[in-house]
């Protein structure tokens, strides 16, 4: 086909676009795979028990604004990186520097905390439980965001994927904080940002490979 | 910003004598800032900003639905994508068009990811180079196990050896026991020095035939010498 043919053809079609396409489509995808997220957690974890005396503890809101904040930076990070030629080094950098914060808040307090205590104070009851059900949780978002990604045009696919991957770990995270009764600040610091780094990796690893688009 | 239209008329400010000492300071700042950055119309960076300049106005015109406006965007978009392309793709400038063409339909297609107020040309470039890379990777994937052989190395080879004469005797031989899918292309392009495009002309082969040919025959010929007893 030569070139002067593509270009009638081309303009032919219909050629007027909305300006926030990305954004729609990325939000659509973070609301849909939130929702799932929620279901799943509500029909296979439910909520804590003492969810009512929790509101009022300092703790529960830290639990979801840690991975909220986060989930805001990725989102940013995510539709910047969905585009040609983007690149989302600030949104990087405050993810990283307010996930170091609180990894040294956690390390912190164990330092200072007396021997004896310091590996339940670390480990609580549910570390384990924590990382699998973030990781577990982050899998509706990231599967939607990929679709969604793949739908733009990124041009950065190992920072897409990242990008993507932390969005689905943040906003499990924060899916998880409502049935999650750990109380202890090094919990919070070691295994949610685990549970979020996690994905965020695999995303970065995976990146390169799904979000090739055509 | 644009100096392209003042080369001619700076060279005469330039080389007039100054008669006071201001005045040809003057002269020569004017005559400095002028050339100091030509625009070159096969430079990439002296194409940037009026590329970004008339580009620009005309696809946020065809977004917002003026299709002569976006027509006449995807015809300069084209022709700049060429000549981005063409700079990339030395090795396989016959793929130009073909790689154009990718750019320019993921360029439509993908036209609602550019931020209308963000600079339009890092967003095209971008694309094109992506595109770029996944045609690099193909023709790379394809093509990694044959050399590369354009003229230059043609013509090395074939100047190379002052005695080539004295060779050639030797090499005949051997040759005649090619098959002459490998003997042909040979003979044209090591013996008698003609280009491939020539040989093309001559044999009725393709060009990747006579070049998957030479490759192909002269490893076959290495291998039979190193066997053939002295």
Known sequence: MNTDALVEALAKGPIAVGPRAVERRLGAALAGGATL????????????????????EPMFWAKLAYPLVLSLAAACATTVLARPAGRARRAAAASCAVAAAMVLAALGIL??????????????HSALACVVA??????????????????????RLRSAGAAAGLLAGATAAAVYAWHCDETALPFLGLWYTLGMVMP??????????????? | MDASGLPGATLLTYSRPGP???????TFFFARRVTVAPARPNNPQSTLKPAEETLRPLLLLGLEGDRAAYASFLAQAAAHLRAYVRRRLTRWPDDVEDVMQEALLAIHNHRDTWRRTEPLMPWLHAIARYKL??????????????????????DALADADPHAGEARRDVRVLLETLPDRFRVPIEC??????????????????????????????????????????
């Open chain 1, 37 to 56: 997220a929620t279901l799943a957690m509500l029909a296979a974890l439910g909520l804590r028990p003492d969810l009512h005396a929790a509101l009022r």
């Open chain 1, 111 to 124: 330092a200072i905390a007396p021997a004896g205590g310091r590996v339940a104070l670390a480990v609580g």
């Open chain 1, 134 to 155: 973030v990781a577990a949780l982050s899998l509706p978002v990231f599967a939607l965001a990929v679709v969604a990604l793949r739908r733009c045009a990124p041009t």
């Open chain 1, 200 to 214: 965020a990796a695999i995303g970065a690893v995976l990146g390169p490979r799904l979000l090739r688009w055509a």
């Open chain 2, 20 to 26: 006071a000492k201001l005045q040809h300071a003057g």
């Open chain 2, 133 to 154: 890379i996944d045609a690099l990777r193909a023709r790379s994937m394809h093509e990694a196990m044959l050399l590369p052989l354009d003229d230059e190395s043609e």
């Open chain 2, 189 to 230: 392009v090591k013996l008698e020095g003609l280009s491939v495009a020539e040989t093309t002309q001559r044999t009725g082969m393709s060009a990747s035939a006579v070049k998957v040919g030479v490759h192909r025959g002269l490893r076959l010929l290495a291998r039979r010498l190193r066997e053939s007893p002295r």
